[in-house]
């Protein structure tokens, strides 16, 4: 049977079934990637478990979309992946696979329960980074559509992120690498910049880069509890 589905997963595959004959799944680095035929590919950490996946897959079976968008995440048309190099993140590499995309069809299945940690280190604000100059050049290339749906998943990355990161300020961290990072954001792209600190809470975010991004015990509390870490 032709797969419908590729699961990409970033991470050890060892104990996953998929419980579908109509799914394989495979390490997101593994070079078995470039071979798939399957007609869709999605990115997961591991840690994920089902949820409405068999829904989406009929749905999946008939659809022309290059995009399939759920609830937490999206198909990708595998012809349109863009293969990772070593060490590339699952975000990394699902925005890169989205700005090669023309066309985008949105669900409100969800498929998958997500396990999704947010990594905040300075070589994730790097990635990060990366991605939103990606982004940015690409503004001329991708249908209005799709660059939305881009700039939204971007957003809500940058949300965590910065919330993920002011705690390991808090308990350490550089807050220069935060400051720099948000510098170097507003030059890439005012209008996610703006999209963004609405996101966040224009008023909120101001008076934290007022004071560098470092925050009360109360905002920790308060952003654990988001973030969901105890």
């Known amino acids: 049977m032709k797969?419908?589905?590729?699961?990409?997963?970033?991470?050890?595959?060892?104990?996953?079934?998929s419980e579908f004959e109509e799914v394989e799944i495979i390490q997101a680095d593994d070079a078995k990637l470039k071979k798939c035929k399957s007609k869709y590919t999605v990115f997961l950490n591991g840690g994920f478990t089902y949820g409405d996946l068999r829904a989406l897959?009929?749905?999946?079976?008939?659809?022309?979309?290059?995009?399939?968008?759920?609830e937490g995440g999206c198909l990708l048309k595998t012809s349109l992946v863009k293969y990772p190099d070593s060490g590339t993140d699952i975000f990394?590499?699902?925005?890169?696979?989205i700005l090669n995309c023309k066309s985008i069809e949105r669900t409100s299945l969800a498929p998958f329960k997500l396990s999704d940690v947010i990594d905040c280190d300075s070589g994730a604000l790097e990635r990060l980074k990366s991605v939103?100059?990606?982004?940015?050049?690409?503004?001329?290339?991708v249908p209005v559509e799709v660059y939305s749906y881009a700039r939204n998943l971007i957003c809500e990355?940058?949300?965590?992120?910065?919330?993920?990161?002011?705690?390991?300020?808090?308990?350490?961290?550089?807050?220069?690498?935060l400051v720099e990072f948000d510098r170097d954001i507003k030059a890439y792209d005012m209008v996610l910049y703006k999209v963004f600190g609405n996101r966040f809470n224009h008023v909120e975010l101001e008076k934290l880069r007022a004071k560098s991004f470092k925050i009360s015990f109360i905002t920790a509390i308060k952003y654990k509890k988001e973030l969901k870490i105890n």
């Open 3 to 17: 797969k419908v589905l590729t699961i990409a997963v970033r991470g050890d595959v060892s104990n996953l079934n």
């Open 57 to 70: 897959l009929e749905k999946a079976e008939s659809a022309s979309a290059d995009i399939l968008a759920f």
């Open 92 to 97: 990394s590499l699902q925005i890169s696979s």
């Open 132 to 141: 939103v100059k990606e982004y940015a050049a690409a503004k001329t290339k």
């Open 157 to 177: 990355r940058l949300v965590l992120v910065y919330k993920s990161y002011m705690l390991a300020i808090r308990n350490g961290a550089d807050c220069s690498l």
